[in-house]
Structures are given as structure tokens and as C-alpha cells.
């Protein structure tokens, strides 16, 4: 069952690498200010930092979008409501597999993840 406690939705997934995409960036610039004596390493974290700031604004960005195309579901598990992105996704509340499409079951996902769907239904 360890596989189904690390599988989690896509965007929570994207959502968590923006967050530490942040603070990179902000330990790299705080790098940046403790080596102030050496300037050329000084302004290469200060670059390197503002790259992945700006790299992580361009992901929340993205899961904007993404979230406009991900398809609203009632998890069937914790009846609370999700989004589905693309044809197989997690919830996000439960992490429950889900699947849009029926001939995807047991191809995407194992038999421990069917054994509790099938008991769902
Ligand atoms: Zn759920």
C-alpha cells in the first residue's frame, strides 16, 4: 500500500514544486547576501534565485491554467469534491485513484488500487 500513500493529484504535486521553487530561489539569494565579499558569486545566486522565483511564478501560472482544463469529479471515496486531470488522477483529499476512462482500469493503475475501486462502486 506505499504506493498509494505517495501518489498524490497532479496539481498538488505541481502546486509543491512551485512552493520549494520559492524558497530555493530565496536560500540561493540568502546565499547570495552571505558570500557579499566574493561579488561574481554574489551576483551569481542573486541570478540563479530570481531565475527560479520567476520560474515558479511561471508554474503557479500554469497550474492556473491547468486547473481551468481539469475536470470537476466527486470523489467516490470521500465524497469530497476533486479535480481530474487528463484520463487517470488522484484525489486530492484521499488520494483515491480515479479514472475517466473504464479501459484504463488495471493498466494504469495495479490491483491493489482496482481491488479498492471495485469496492466503491
Ligand atoms: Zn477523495
Redesign the pocket.
Known sequence: MSQQLTYSSKINKIRTFALILVFAGIITMYGGILTKNIEWLMVIFFILGTLMVILSCAVYVWIGTLSLRAVPVI??????P?KMLGRVDA??????P?TMDKNLEGIEFDEKYNSRKYKNK
Open positions: 470523489c467516490p471515496s470521500c465524497e469530497k476533486t484525489c486530492m483529499h484521499c488520494k483515491q480515479l
